[in-house]
Protein backbone atom coordinates (compact mmCIF):
# COMPACT_ATOMS: atom_id res chain seq x y z
CA UNK A 1 0.00 0.00 0.00
CA UNK A 2 1.09 3.83 -0.92
CA UNK A 3 -0.02 6.74 0.36
CA UNK A 4 -1.21 9.16 -2.48
CA UNK A 5 0.84 12.87 -1.63
CA UNK A 6 -1.82 14.11 -4.45
CA UNK A 7 -4.95 14.06 -3.11
CA UNK A 8 -5.96 17.61 -3.66
CA UNK A 9 -4.38 17.61 -7.09
CA UNK A 10 -6.88 18.14 -10.16
CA UNK A 11 -4.23 16.23 -12.31
CA UNK A 12 -4.69 13.01 -10.07
CA UNK A 13 -7.26 10.66 -9.39
CA UNK A 14 -5.74 9.51 -6.00
CA UNK A 15 -7.92 9.56 -3.17
CA UNK A 16 -6.36 8.91 0.14
CA UNK A 17 -4.92 5.52 0.18
CA UNK A 18 -4.78 2.49 -2.96
CA UNK A 19 -3.77 -0.88 -2.16
CA UNK A 20 -3.76 -2.35 -5.68
CA UNK A 21 -3.83 0.27 -8.62
CA UNK A 22 -0.19 2.11 -9.60
CA UNK A 23 -0.15 5.57 -8.94
CA UNK A 24 1.53 5.70 -12.84
CA UNK A 25 -1.80 4.37 -13.67
CA UNK A 26 -3.88 6.93 -12.18
CA UNK A 27 -1.25 9.47 -13.97
CA UNK A 28 -1.53 7.87 -17.22
CA UNK A 29 -5.71 8.34 -17.49
CA UNK A 30 -5.22 11.95 -16.01
CA UNK A 31 -2.82 12.59 -18.88
CA UNK A 32 -5.25 11.60 -21.39
CA UNK A 33 -7.41 13.75 -19.63
CA UNK A 34 -5.45 16.45 -19.67
CA UNK A 35 -4.65 16.41 -23.42
CA UNK A 36 -8.40 17.78 -24.35
CA UNK A 37 -7.56 20.57 -22.27
CA UNK A 38 -6.31 21.94 -25.82
CA UNK A 39 -2.63 21.02 -24.99
CA UNK A 40 -0.25 19.43 -27.52
CA UNK A 41 0.66 15.46 -27.25
CA UNK A 42 4.17 16.70 -27.40
CA UNK A 43 3.50 19.15 -24.24
CA UNK A 44 1.24 15.94 -22.16
CA UNK A 45 4.31 13.55 -23.00
CA UNK A 46 7.14 16.23 -21.74
CA UNK A 47 4.83 16.71 -18.78
CA UNK A 48 4.57 13.49 -17.67
CA UNK A 49 8.11 12.15 -18.94
CA UNK A 50 9.82 10.31 -16.51
CA UNK A 51 7.15 9.74 -14.06
CA UNK A 52 8.04 6.52 -13.18
CA UNK A 53 11.08 6.74 -11.94
CA UNK A 54 10.08 10.08 -9.62
CA UNK A 55 8.73 10.00 -5.48
CA UNK A 56 5.05 11.23 -6.06
CA UNK A 57 5.69 14.74 -4.73
CA UNK A 58 8.28 15.60 -7.14
CA UNK A 59 6.06 14.32 -9.96
CA UNK A 60 3.72 17.17 -8.31
CA UNK A 61 6.27 19.25 -8.12
CA UNK A 62 7.38 18.73 -11.94
CA UNK A 63 4.31 18.83 -12.84
CA UNK A 64 3.10 21.82 -11.74
CA UNK A 65 6.26 23.80 -12.81
CA UNK A 66 5.85 22.40 -16.73
CA UNK A 67 1.97 23.81 -16.75
CA UNK A 68 2.27 25.90 -19.44
CA UNK A 69 1.97 29.55 -17.51
CA UNK A 70 2.13 30.63 -14.11
CA UNK A 71 -0.24 33.37 -12.74
CA UNK A 72 0.34 35.25 -9.43
CA UNK A 73 -0.81 38.59 -7.58
CA UNK A 74 0.66 39.94 -4.62
CA UNK A 75 -0.12 42.94 -2.39
CA UNK A 76 0.72 46.61 -2.54
CA UNK A 77 1.79 48.65 0.61
CA UNK A 78 -0.72 49.90 2.88
CA UNK A 79 0.70 53.60 1.41
CA UNK A 80 -1.24 52.85 -1.89
CA UNK A 81 -3.60 50.44 -1.04
CA UNK A 82 -6.18 52.89 -1.65
CA UNK A 83 -5.27 53.08 -5.49
CA UNK A 84 -3.60 49.73 -5.99
CA UNK A 85 -5.92 46.72 -5.68
CA UNK A 86 -3.26 43.98 -6.20
CA UNK A 87 -0.23 43.91 -8.28
CA UNK A 88 0.05 40.44 -10.03
CA UNK A 89 2.46 38.61 -12.69
CA UNK A 90 1.95 36.20 -15.44
CA UNK A 91 4.76 34.02 -17.28
CA UNK A 92 4.08 32.02 -20.38
CA UNK A 93 6.62 28.67 -19.71
CA UNK A 94 5.51 26.94 -22.88
CA UNK A 95 2.62 27.41 -25.73
CA UNK A 96 0.04 25.03 -25.56
CA UNK A 97 -0.22 24.71 -29.24
CA UNK A 98 0.97 27.06 -31.88
CA UNK A 99 -1.54 30.07 -32.53
CA UNK A 100 -2.78 29.64 -29.25
CA UNK A 101 -4.60 32.82 -27.83
CA UNK A 102 -4.80 34.09 -24.26
CA UNK A 103 -8.65 34.31 -23.01
CA UNK A 104 -8.31 37.19 -20.58
CA UNK A 105 -11.68 37.53 -18.64
CA UNK A 106 -13.14 40.66 -16.60
CA UNK A 107 -12.05 41.73 -13.70
CA UNK A 108 -14.41 45.17 -13.16
CA UNK A 109 -10.60 46.78 -13.15
CA UNK A 110 -8.14 49.43 -14.96
CA UNK A 111 -4.48 47.66 -15.08
CA UNK A 112 -1.43 48.74 -16.35
CA UNK A 113 0.45 45.63 -18.43
CA UNK A 114 3.94 45.43 -18.87
CA UNK A 115 5.34 43.06 -21.11
CA UNK A 116 8.66 41.53 -20.74
CA UNK A 117 11.11 39.50 -23.36
CA UNK A 118 14.69 38.39 -23.28
CA UNK A 119 15.99 40.27 -26.61
CA UNK A 120 19.85 39.65 -27.85
CA UNK A 121 20.23 38.34 -24.49
CA UNK A 122 19.03 41.05 -22.23
CA UNK A 123 15.67 41.69 -20.33
CA UNK A 124 13.57 44.30 -21.47
CA UNK A 125 9.96 45.90 -21.67
CA UNK A 126 8.63 45.30 -25.07
CA UNK A 127 5.53 46.69 -24.39
CA UNK A 128 2.95 48.45 -22.03
CA UNK A 129 -0.39 48.84 -22.17
CA UNK A 130 -3.34 49.90 -20.43
CA UNK A 131 -6.25 48.02 -20.20
CA UNK A 132 -9.74 48.74 -19.03
CA UNK A 133 -12.60 47.66 -17.53
CA UNK A 134 -14.49 45.30 -19.57
CA UNK A 135 -17.33 42.70 -19.39
CA UNK A 136 -16.65 40.46 -22.17
CA UNK A 137 -13.50 38.36 -22.50
CA UNK A 138 -10.55 39.50 -24.62
CA UNK A 139 -8.21 37.21 -26.93
CA UNK A 140 -4.48 38.24 -26.70
CA UNK A 141 -1.46 36.72 -28.43
CA UNK A 142 1.37 35.25 -26.18
CA UNK A 143 4.57 34.12 -26.72
CA UNK A 144 7.06 31.64 -25.26
CA UNK A 145 9.56 33.33 -22.37
CA UNK A 146 7.34 36.65 -22.31
CA UNK A 147 6.77 37.56 -18.34
CA UNK A 148 3.70 40.23 -18.00
CA UNK A 149 3.95 42.42 -14.77
CA UNK A 150 0.74 44.28 -13.88
CA UNK A 151 -0.63 46.74 -11.58
CA UNK A 152 -4.98 46.35 -11.00
CA UNK A 153 -6.10 49.45 -9.85
CA UNK A 154 -8.89 49.36 -7.59
CA UNK A 155 -12.19 50.08 -9.26
CA UNK A 156 -12.79 53.38 -8.38
CA UNK A 157 -9.54 54.69 -8.78
CA UNK A 158 -7.92 53.25 -11.77
CA UNK A 159 -8.87 56.27 -14.23
CA UNK A 160 -8.38 58.91 -11.83
CA UNK A 161 -5.05 57.59 -11.16
CA UNK A 162 -4.15 57.84 -14.82
CA UNK A 163 -5.59 61.49 -15.04
CA UNK A 164 -8.00 59.47 -17.98
CA UNK A 165 -11.74 59.12 -18.11
CA UNK A 166 -13.20 55.81 -17.14
CA UNK A 167 -15.99 55.88 -19.86
CA UNK A 168 -12.91 56.22 -21.98
CA UNK A 169 -11.50 53.37 -21.03
CA UNK A 170 -13.69 50.76 -20.97
CA UNK A 171 -12.92 48.09 -23.08
CA UNK A 172 -9.93 49.50 -23.92
CA UNK A 173 -6.34 48.11 -24.58
CA UNK A 174 -4.31 50.86 -25.28
CA UNK A 175 -0.79 51.43 -25.75
CA UNK A 176 0.79 52.72 -22.56
CA UNK A 177 3.04 55.49 -24.62
CA UNK A 178 0.27 57.33 -26.34
CA UNK A 179 -1.46 57.88 -23.28
CA UNK A 180 1.65 58.74 -20.35
CA UNK A 181 4.82 59.67 -20.40
CA UNK A 182 7.87 59.72 -18.22
CA UNK A 183 7.88 55.57 -18.32
CA UNK A 184 11.59 55.06 -19.04
CA UNK A 185 13.03 54.38 -15.37
CA UNK A 186 9.94 52.27 -14.49
CA UNK A 187 10.19 50.33 -17.35
CA UNK A 188 14.01 49.75 -16.89
CA UNK A 189 13.63 48.99 -13.37
CA UNK A 190 11.14 45.87 -14.22
CA UNK A 191 13.51 44.66 -17.03
CA UNK A 192 15.55 42.47 -15.21
CA UNK A 193 12.37 40.21 -13.31
CA UNK A 194 11.71 37.51 -15.75
CA UNK A 195 9.82 35.29 -12.88
CA UNK A 196 7.11 35.11 -11.87
CA UNK A 197 7.10 32.20 -9.68
CA UNK A 198 10.32 33.69 -7.84
CA UNK A 199 9.32 35.13 -4.37
CA UNK A 200 12.02 37.59 -4.50
CA UNK A 201 11.39 39.09 -7.99
CA UNK A 202 7.68 39.64 -6.83
CA UNK A 203 8.82 41.78 -4.11
CA UNK A 204 10.98 43.56 -5.55
CA UNK A 205 8.36 44.27 -8.49
CA UNK A 206 5.77 44.98 -5.57
CA UNK A 207 8.69 48.06 -4.39
CA UNK A 208 9.00 49.04 -8.00
CA UNK A 209 5.27 49.78 -8.19
CA UNK A 210 4.59 51.12 -4.93
CA UNK A 211 7.55 53.77 -5.73
CA UNK A 212 6.24 54.12 -8.98
CA UNK A 213 2.37 54.95 -7.98
CA UNK A 214 4.02 57.27 -4.80
CA UNK A 215 5.54 59.57 -7.45
CA UNK A 216 2.26 59.03 -9.58
CA UNK A 217 -0.11 60.26 -6.95
CA UNK A 218 2.19 63.23 -6.05
CA UNK A 219 2.68 64.28 -9.50
CA UNK A 220 -1.37 64.01 -9.94
CA UNK A 221 -2.06 65.82 -6.77
CA UNK A 222 -5.74 65.78 -7.56
CA UNK A 223 -6.16 61.82 -7.55
CA UNK A 224 -6.94 61.32 -3.95
CA UNK A 225 -9.80 64.43 -4.75
CA UNK A 226 -11.00 62.94 -8.00
CA UNK A 227 -11.52 59.24 -6.57
CA UNK A 228 -15.21 59.47 -5.23
CA UNK A 229 -15.94 58.26 -1.55
CA UNK A 230 -19.71 57.22 -2.69
CA UNK A 231 -18.29 55.00 -5.45
CA UNK A 232 -15.59 53.47 -3.17
CA UNK A 233 -18.09 52.50 -0.80
CA UNK A 234 -20.40 50.72 -3.45
CA UNK A 235 -17.74 48.93 -4.52
CA UNK A 236 -16.84 47.58 -1.34
CA UNK A 237 -20.92 46.40 -0.49
CA UNK A 238 -21.00 44.52 -3.80
CA UNK A 239 -17.93 42.87 -2.92
CA UNK A 240 -18.92 42.27 0.74
CA UNK A 241 -22.06 41.39 -0.08
CA UNK A 242 -21.00 38.72 -3.12
CA UNK A 243 -23.10 40.86 -5.63
CA UNK A 244 -26.15 39.77 -4.42
CA UNK A 245 -27.76 42.53 -2.81
CA UNK A 246 -30.26 44.38 -5.21
CA UNK A 247 -28.39 47.72 -6.45
CA UNK A 248 -31.15 49.59 -4.92
CA UNK A 249 -29.97 48.46 -1.71
CA UNK A 250 -26.36 49.20 -2.42
CA UNK A 251 -27.98 52.85 -3.23
CA UNK A 252 -29.38 53.16 0.01
CA UNK A 253 -26.14 52.09 2.03
CA UNK A 254 -24.72 54.52 0.49
CA UNK A 255 -27.31 57.10 1.09
CA UNK A 256 -27.25 57.96 -2.98
CA UNK A 257 -30.29 57.83 -5.10
CA UNK A 258 -30.57 55.06 -7.83
CA UNK A 259 -30.21 57.58 -10.55
CA UNK A 260 -26.94 59.26 -8.72
CA UNK A 261 -25.41 55.35 -8.05
CA UNK A 262 -25.99 54.85 -11.89
CA UNK A 263 -23.89 57.93 -13.03
CA UNK A 264 -21.54 58.42 -10.22
CA UNK A 265 -20.28 54.43 -10.69
CA UNK A 266 -20.21 54.49 -14.72
CA UNK A 267 -17.99 57.77 -14.73
CA UNK A 268 -15.67 56.26 -11.73
CA UNK A 269 -15.58 53.02 -13.58
CA UNK A 270 -16.48 52.68 -16.73
CA UNK A 271 -19.17 49.93 -15.44
CA UNK A 272 -23.06 50.18 -14.00
CA UNK A 273 -23.16 48.70 -10.83
CA UNK A 274 -25.03 45.88 -12.13
CA UNK A 275 -22.27 45.06 -14.71
CA UNK A 276 -19.15 45.84 -11.72
CA UNK A 277 -21.74 43.14 -9.88
CA UNK A 278 -21.87 40.47 -12.60
CA UNK A 279 -17.78 40.71 -12.95
CA UNK A 280 -17.02 40.54 -9.52
CA UNK A 281 -19.30 37.45 -9.22
CA UNK A 282 -17.85 35.68 -11.83
CA UNK A 283 -14.45 36.60 -10.57
CA UNK A 284 -15.13 35.15 -7.25
CA UNK A 285 -16.51 31.80 -8.51
CA UNK A 286 -13.20 31.26 -10.71
CA UNK A 287 -11.22 31.89 -7.42
CA UNK A 288 -13.19 29.16 -5.89
CA UNK A 289 -12.90 26.68 -9.05
CA UNK A 290 -9.13 27.02 -8.82
CA UNK A 291 -9.31 26.05 -5.27
CA UNK A 292 -10.91 23.06 -5.95
CA UNK A 293 -14.92 23.75 -5.35
CA UNK A 294 -15.96 22.55 -8.34
CA UNK A 295 -14.96 19.34 -7.32
CA UNK A 296 -15.60 19.33 -3.82
CA UNK A 297 -18.47 21.01 -3.49
CA UNK A 298 -21.50 19.11 -2.80
CA UNK A 299 -23.84 18.45 -5.70
CA UNK A 300 -20.70 19.69 -8.31
CA UNK A 301 -21.50 23.06 -10.14
CA UNK A 302 -25.05 23.13 -9.00
CA UNK A 303 -23.90 23.18 -5.45
CA UNK A 304 -21.15 25.41 -6.33
CA UNK A 305 -23.90 28.18 -7.88
CA UNK A 306 -25.35 28.01 -5.19
CA UNK A 307 -23.02 29.11 -2.81
CA UNK A 308 -21.36 31.41 -5.37
CA UNK A 309 -24.16 33.85 -5.47
CA UNK A 310 -26.05 32.24 -8.55
CA UNK A 311 -30.09 31.63 -8.70
CA UNK A 312 -29.15 27.58 -9.74
CA UNK A 313 -26.72 26.46 -12.32
CA UNK A 314 -28.53 27.40 -15.81
CA UNK A 315 -27.87 31.06 -14.00
CA UNK A 316 -24.21 30.41 -13.40
CA UNK A 317 -23.54 28.78 -17.44
CA UNK A 318 -25.09 32.04 -18.70
CA UNK A 319 -23.25 34.87 -16.64
CA UNK A 320 -19.87 33.00 -16.48
CA UNK A 321 -20.60 32.27 -20.26
CA UNK A 322 -21.25 35.91 -21.00
CA UNK A 323 -17.86 36.63 -19.14
CA UNK A 324 -15.36 34.00 -20.43
CA UNK A 325 -16.96 32.95 -23.80
CA UNK A 326 -16.28 29.18 -22.74
CA UNK A 327 -18.56 26.49 -21.75
CA UNK A 328 -17.92 25.31 -18.18
CA UNK A 329 -16.08 22.55 -19.03
CA UNK A 330 -13.96 24.42 -21.14
CA UNK A 331 -13.45 27.36 -18.13
CA UNK A 332 -12.17 24.27 -16.03
CA UNK A 333 -9.97 22.84 -18.87
CA UNK A 334 -8.59 26.19 -19.39
CA UNK A 335 -7.79 27.24 -16.07
CA UNK A 336 -6.23 23.23 -15.61
CA UNK A 337 -3.10 24.89 -17.97
CA UNK A 338 -2.45 27.81 -15.25
CA UNK A 339 -0.32 27.16 -12.24
CA UNK A 340 -1.88 29.00 -9.96
CA UNK A 341 0.02 30.72 -7.02
CA UNK A 342 -1.16 32.82 -4.31
CA UNK A 343 -4.33 35.20 -5.68
CA UNK A 344 -5.35 37.99 -3.61
CA UNK A 345 -8.31 39.26 -5.30
Known amino acids: ???????????????????????????????VAYQKTGVSASFVSYVFAGSKTRMLTHMFTDMTAALPFHYTEFAP????????????????????????????WPDGCVSLVFIRAVVEGNGRIV???????????LDIPVFAGACYWGVRFRPEAGAASLGMSATTLRDAN???????????????????????????????VARIFDAWITSRTRALASTATNIDAGVRDAVAAIVATNSVVPIIQIAELTQMTMRSLQRRFRDA????????????????????????????SEGGWSGLAHVAGYADQSHLVRELGRLTQF???????????????RIID
Open 77 to 104: SAAVNNVALTYWGFTVRVLPHDGFMHRV
Open 127 to 137: DARIAGPRVAP
Open 327 to 341: TLTALRHRLLTIDHG
Open 174 to 204: LTIDAHMSGLEELRARLAPFGATDDADATMQ
Open 1 to 31: MHICLLQDCRLCTCVTTHSDVSPHANFARRA
Open 269 to 296: TGLTPKEFANVRRGRALMKRVVGGEADA
